[in-house]
């Protein structure tokens, strides 16, 4: 079973943000920036996997599907020199949909819980979830075995694709054939996601940039005040 962290100290938040001031400038365009964040563990191979094997296959699949020119964030797009925490805050607020790669690492990462609760109270905000509106904005896979994850997001149909994801995947194998087809049969879904998204809400970009840096204060280390400035 998941041990007790990052779900049980983030998931059940309110997030009214007011610690930080975190500002929206006057280049930010007034709409929506992306189509998809891509929000994953960066535990040990997660990272090249996502970058070498899915999102290819992703970004095929999902084109096709749609039809027109899309954007998808993932994390290595942020510049050298970005203020990271605000950067990853700043595209998932101006992102539709978020799609999710669950894992056990996944939940018990404070970053992925603070993506993945901003979405939920987005949709709950929005009317998402509910007997009139089922559907969500959040679109989610499995990558790895899903038995006992947190019961607030078991009840999301996800893409089942944690058979296929090897992290020594072969280029032409089976198995990645196998993943492609998943990849292909899931992306409708995605798709359905991103055309019901709701007209976009400049404080959803505050909301989620003060969000990812309270985490990078939590997340750094306490200083110690030099001698004599108590």
């Given at each position: 079973?998941?041990?007790?962290?990052?779900?049980?100290?983030?998931?059940?938040?309110?997030?009214?943000?007011?610690?930080?001031?975190?500002?929206?400038?006057?280049?930010?365009?007034?709409?929506?920036?992306?189509?998809?964040?891509?929000?994953?563990?960066?535990?040990?191979?997660?990272?090249?996997?996502?970058?070498?094997?899915?999102?290819?296959?992703?970004?095929?699949?999902?084109?096709?599907?749609?039809?027109?020119?899309?954007?998808?964030?993932?994390?290595?797009?942020?510049?050298?020199?970005?203020?990271?925490?605000?950067?990853?805050?700043?595209?998932?607020?101006?992102?539709?949909?978020?799609?999710?790669?669950?894992?056990?690492?996944?939940?018990?990462?404070?970053?992925?819980?603070?993506?993945?609760?901003?979405?939920?109270?987005?949709?709950?905000a929005c009317?998402?979830?509910?007997?009139?509106?089922?559907?969500?904005?959040?679109?989610?896979?499995?990558?790895?075995?899903?038995?006992d994850f947190?019961?607030?997001?078991?009840?999301?149909?996800?893409?089942?694709?944690?058979?296929?994801?090897?992290?020594?995947?072969?280029?032409?194998?089976?198995?990645?054939?196998?993943?492609?087809?998943?990849?292909?049969?899931?992306?409708?879904?995605?798709?359905?996601?991103?055309?019901?998204?709701?007209?976009?809400?400049?404080?959803?970009?505050?909301?989620?940039?003060?969000?990812?840096?309270?985490?990078?204060?939590?997340?750094?280390?306490?200083?110690?005040?030099?001698?004599?400035?108590?």
């Open positions: 079973m998941l041990q007790a962290g990052a779900w049980e100290a983030i998931g059940e938040e309110d997030f009214g943000y007011n610690r930080h001031a975190v500002r929206v400038g006057p280049n930010v365009p007034m709409s929506y920036m992306y189509d998809v964040f891509v929000s994953y563990s960066r535990h040990g191979e997660w990272p090249k996997w996502v970058k070498d094997t899915f999102l290819p296959l992703f970004y095929h699949w999902l084109g096709e599907e749609l039809g027109r020119k899309f954007n998808i964030f993932v994390d290595y797009q942020i510049e050298t020199g970005d203020s990271w925490p605000q950067k990853l805050g700043d595209s998932l607020g101006r992102t539709r949909v978020l799609v999710a790669l669950f894992s056990k690492q996944y939940f018990n990462s404070p970053w992925c819980m603070r993506e993945l609760q901003h979405v939920l109270s987005r949709e709950e009317g998402f979830r509910t007997a009139q509106n089922p559907g969500g904005l959040i679109v989610p896979a499995y990558i790895f075995d899903g038995e947190p019961h607030q997001v078991r009840h999301i149909q996800a893409a089942q694709l944690q058979k296929y994801t090897s992290v020594r995947l072969s280029t032409g194998s089976l198995t990645e054939e196998r993943l492609s087809d998943e990849i292909r049969a899931w992306v409708p879904s995605v798709a359905h996601a991103i055309g019901s998204a709701p007209v976009w809400d400049s404080g959803w970009t505050e909301q989620a940039a003060t969000a990812l840096l309270d985490q990078f204060d939590a997340a750094a280390p306490a200083q110690t005040p030099p001698p004599g400035s108590a």
